[in-house]
């Protein structure tokens, strides 16, 4: 007999065995007992959490040979096929394969025909955001006048890639990650009939590894079987494990953290020989500063951390040994490193030189600490009855700085601002905005280096009247809600104001398809010099003397 991977083999058969997406399911089965089906859902949300699992059952209430029924017999020829997916009347179309206008116009002319044994014809269409433009809308006919046998349901791990028009003609069901508890339920359930004698710990390192999508758990103790056998003890799932998804970046970040540098060599050579798709390692890599750093600035990190809650939990603990300065300064090298890795034709020197980089770069908080020195010294003079003694320009920007140790940046803007209140005569192009975008942002990136960073990803848009307007591609969100926060739009402002002499306002504008206007080709700037930031300027001005550089670890 062959092996059936665990996930296949525990695929769910009917709708009580699928776990935590029980809002889908009541209304799905209501849907079949109340015979109100409707031509088209989609189904969202992240990998291996039961899209398609749901689909076939679905489509097996619909076409049991007692059915329609909320409880498929599941023993019938009609859902045994439709479970083997050989059911021909349940087509399965992967949207990744089948992109093109082709298929859908296939699909079109097959529609027509009634079922040939069921009473529906089922379409699930997977990854259905993968789809070229043109297959959408010869799909966006069909699902204007679907022939009444007929039943679409599109599943997507992308939802807001899917067209606007195709989702108001769906009835729409977001699934959930999985819980710890629903994850372990199912895995103990599934050693208990494999007979697998699992330390409780390493079944839990297995479910945090699978950050909630059950698939990737059953694949992962498959993997764990496949290794160590029948017994699996915490040690040998860790050891496995730690090559696999999150483990790997948060023990990375640990190196960087502590400056751990003979550490992350290792580190480096384990995932290197390991076989990692090291583009693919650094996109991760990057993702996870993104996180650290979003739950550093954001406010609510939960919404914005497409993660379980004990993943983000981990996140903000790491995240507090890091400054944001330190955190970009970290994702600019990560970026750099990335263009070296598509060029070089080694992937392992570019990662090993970020890799030293990161861990003996130059300890960042200083910037803060600097800042909170200075408000410390601050608050004695004043206590004394001496409030002169300190300089008084930059008095305001530091008391900001005490609540807020990330604002310290805005001490810059000040210095920014020139003429306010002077308007000249309209006197620029968008043209001219074009041309000297590159001069903007690095005029930018000393004064207010994030801005900077965050606006790499933008491109202008339009000029109307006074007004601005720069555009951002949907993955960029994060980066236009920065720019909307903490003056940082003034920022901007008042750098196009200093180069061109005009006072404009800008707006910012996410767009579904971003227009390349104008290319920054140079970086914005080789190495972080904390020498000439400008808040480290005015600290050294006040306290006097000079930086004093880390040596190697
Ligand atoms: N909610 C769930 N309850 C029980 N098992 C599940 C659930 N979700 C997924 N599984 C397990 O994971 C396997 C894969 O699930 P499924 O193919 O339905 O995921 P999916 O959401 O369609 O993922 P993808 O987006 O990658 O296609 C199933 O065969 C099953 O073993
Ligand atoms: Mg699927
Ligand atoms: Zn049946």
Not at 353 to 363: K, M, S, Y
Request: glycine share 6%; charged share 30%; aromatic share 6%.
């Amino acid at each position: 007999m062959s092996y059936i991977v665990f996930a296949r083999k525990w695929r769910p058969k009917d709708f009580e065995s699928v776990l935590g997406q029980e809002h889908v399911v009541t209304t799905l089965k209501n849907a079949i007992s109340q015979n109100r089906v409707a031509h088209a859902y989609l189904f969202s949300g992240p990998r291996g959490v039961g899209k398609t699992t749901t689909a076939r059952i679905f489509a097996m209430g619909l076409n049991c040979k007692n059915g329609p029924t909320p409880t498929p017999c599941g023993s019938c020829d009609s859902c045994k096929e439709t479970a083997n997916a050989t059911n021909l009347d349940v087509l399965e179309i992967d949207g990744a394969s089948n992109r093109g206008i082709d298929e859908v116009r296939t699909l079109r002319e097959n529609i027509k025909f009634a079922p040939s044994q069921g009473k529906f014809k089922v379409y699930i269409i997977d990854e259905v955001h993968m789809l070229t433009e043109e297959a959408f809308n010869a799909l966006l006919k069909t699902l204007e006048e679907p022939p009444s046998h007929v039943v679409f349901i599109f599943a997507t791990t992308r939802p807001y890639k899917v067209p606007p028009t195709i989702l108001s003609r769906c009835q729409r069901f977001d699934f959930k990650r999985l819980t710890i508890d629903e994850i372990a339920g199912k895995l103990k359930d599934i050693a208990k009939s494999e007979k697998l004698e699992i330390q409780e710990e390493a079944l839990y390192t297995v479910v945090r590894a699978a950050e909630g999508s059950m698939r990737d758990a059953e694949s992962m103790l498959d993997q764990l079987v496949s290794f160590c056998g029948r017994k699996i003890d915490l040690e040998s799932a860790a050891s496995i494990l730690g090559m696999i998804g999150q483990e790997v970046l948060f023990d990375f970040t640990d190196k960087v953290i502590t400056k751990d540098t003979a550490g992350i060599l290792k580190l480096v050579d384990r995932i290197i020989s390991g076989g990692k798709d090291m583009p693919q390692f650094l996109n991760s890599l990057i993702g996870h500063f993104r996180n650290l750093l979003i739950a550093k600035v954001g406010e609510d990190p939960q919404s914005l951390i497409d993660l379980p809650k004990e993943s983000i939990e981990r996140i903000s603990a790491q995240a507090n040994s890091f400054t944001s300065e330190s955190l970009l300064y970290i994702l600019s090298i990560l970026a750099n490193t990335q263009d070296a890795v598509r060029r070089a034709i080694s992937q392992r020197i570019p990662l090993e030189l970020a890799a030293i980089r990161l861990t003996r770069r130059e300890d960042l908080s200083s910037l803060s600490s600097i800042l909170s020195r200075l408000s410390e010294i601050e608050k004695r003079l004043e206590a004394k009855g001496n409030p002169h003694a300190t300089q008084p320009h930059v008095q305001d920007s530091r008391r900001e700085e005490k609540s807020n140790p990330e604002k310290n940046l805005n001490l810059s803007e000040e210095q920014f601002t020139v003429g306010v209140g002077v308007k000249n005569p309209l006197d620029v192009s968008f043209e001219r905005i074009c041309e000297i975008w590159p001069t903007l942002l690095r005029g930018i990136t000393p004064k207010k280096m994030s801005v900077a960073i965050f606006l790499q990803a933008a491109q202008p848009l339009k000029l109307e009247e006074r007004i601005l307007t720069i555009a951002f591609a949907r993955e960029s969100r994060f980066n236009k809600e920065a720019l909307e926060a903490n003056g940082n739009r003034r920022v901007i402002e008042n750098a196009l104001n200093e180069i061109l002499n005009q006072e404009l306002r800008v707006d910012f504008k996410i767009v579904e398809a971003l227009e390349k206007k104008v290319s920054v080709e140079e970086p914005l700037y080789e190495e972080y010099k904390e020498e000439t930031h400008e808040v480290i300027k005015s600290a050294l001005d006040i306290f006097g003397g000079n930086l004093k550089k880390k040596g190697p670890a």
